[in-house]
């Protein structure tokens, strides 16, 4: 479904990706673990189109992401306004949340489908009030973002990411901004999609979260993928020094 | 860590032990105010201040009241409050659009259109209202023939300048070319500080690039755009009593006309005071209305 082709990223004098190469099938659970700074947030800002890639291509199911041939066969990047509708394809879930501040939370919910997509209202807030009941927030829906708990303005992000109806669920460290105690309510929803066969890209450093739920796990460093496979063999055998560096030091601190 | 040891304090259990000080035990509901010997100063101070006022309005006959009555709602004032009124609304309107404009040029992506706004910026704000004010009222000298039409092209329209100029049109010209960069900084101020997150966002979800300014960036920039056009607006106000320089009778000019025939100077300057007090409170108590409207959510 998603295809991803010696991708290279650069932020001024630092090389944020360096030729990575990453597949996804339709379904599966891609969870990409790393250090701090390995070019995981990235690579799915990248897919996203959020940062413009300098080298190599993404593609979703075929299509060129953020590029066109044109008819002298020169590649050429797309304006925004013609990256929107490959960007409604993906769902994306942001470490800092990023709700609508002014909206209600049901309005956050519903907002995109409308404008984006043209549904009509009635149906788009049948559908919010739906997704929020299934992340547990059915009773606060016209609340502000900011009258919520970190967990819930996560657990609105992703309900709102789903009303778009995306082929491709990408998650930015969803966690990572949370209290300890508010981690677990945003894992379950995750892992509750992930058991409906959502196909979902994963930043994350909940390395139990990866091991339950990954189909497949990647281990970023430096910019590049160092290694991946399926979780018992990453976890139990990991192949690179690296991989062992960084395993351990997570043991050790937790 | 281990906390274990001889020296450990004693685990404390809630309910199990109160603090006590010296064997008395302490407790916050029985506590007064700090005794605040500068606040009754304060108080003395003010009561002074205003008893001095006071005394002075009622003392003083120079002020004469009376005449500040009689003129206060007197016809002339109140036609000279309307023009101030109609100006302040009209050049808000035109200024803030042009400033919007403006802001929406420096923030444009094409280099031309940039340079454009930002020689417009430095020169309408660098030449002081009255300035402008004369200005314009003299531009049939400088320009006798007002056209429109295609640059060095044909021209669709053409007005004689001494026709088209009058103190009216010269004091709204004027008066909004004066506020459009103002407008125009505190517009892009506002934009500029919503979070890079919300615009992300958006863009994420594909939202139009229409929709994303309308809907996301323009409401959550009036919130912080409010307050700092609200003293905009209100210094526009003021501005507008300059306009009695081209022979208009603004609230300020009216009070003119009529001291200059009645010698009662102070006393229709209280009169317009007391007015452009009046009208400044109203645009205040509009501006917490509408900040209280745009915080919703914050």
Known sequence: ?254 | MSVQGPESPARSVVGATRATDGGTTVDARDSRPERRPLLWLAWVVLVLLVAQVVAFVLRSDRLELSVVGEYLFAEPILDGLVTTVVLTAVATVLGTALGALVCLARLSSLAPVRYLATAWIAVFRSVPPLVQLLFWFNLAYLVPVLSIGIPFGPSFGEWSANDVITPYTAAVVGLSLYNSPYSAEIIRSGLSAVPRGQLEAASSLGLPGRDTFFRIRLPQATRIILPPMGSQVISLLKGTSLVSVIAMTDLLGAAREVYTRTFEVVPLLIVAIVWYIVLVAALTAGQSWLERRFSRGY
Not at chain 1, 75 to 81: F, K, M, S, V
Not at chain 1, 143 to 158: E, F, K, M
Not at chain 1, 184 to 200: D, P, Y
């Open chain 1, 1 to 254: 479904m998603l295809r991803a082709r010696g991708v290279g990223k650069v932020f001024g004098e630092v090389t944020a990706l360096e030729d990575v190469d990453l597949d996804v099938t339709e379904g599966e659970v891609v969870v990409v673990i790393g250090p701090s700074g390995s070019g995981k947030s990235t690579l799915v800002r990248c897919i996203d189109q959020l940062e413009q890639i300098d080298a190599g291509s993404i593609e979703l199911d075929g299509e060129l992401l953020g590029f066109r041939v044109d008819r002298g066969g020169v590649l050429r990047r797309l304006p925004a306004r013609r990256t929107a509708p490959q960007r409604r394809r993906m769902g994306m879930v942001f470490q800092s949340f990023n709700l609508f501040a002014h909206l209600t939370v049901e309005r956050n919910v519903w907002e995109a489908p409308v404008r984006s997509l043209g549904e009509p209202v009635s149906e788009a807030r049948a559908r919010a009030r739906e997704l929020l009941d299934r992340v547990g927030l059915g009773h606060k829906g016209e609340a502000y973002p900011v009258q919520l708990s970190g967990g819930q303005q996560q657990r609105v992000a992703i309900a709102r990411a789903l009303a778009m109806r995306p082929r491709l669920m990408l998650f930015d460290e969803p966690t990572s901004a949370l209290d300890p105690e508010l981690v677990g309510e945003v894992l379950a929803v995750m892992k509750s999609l992930a058991q409906e066969r959502t196909t979902m890209i994963v930043v994350t450093h909940e390395l139990q979260f990866a091991r339950e739920v990954a189909d497949r796990v990647v281990f970023m460093d430096a910019g590049r993928v160092v290694e991946q496979g399926p979780p018992d063999e990453l976890f139990g055998r990991p192949q690179t020094e690296r991989l062992q560096t960084f395993l351990h030091r997570f043991s050790a601190a937790s």
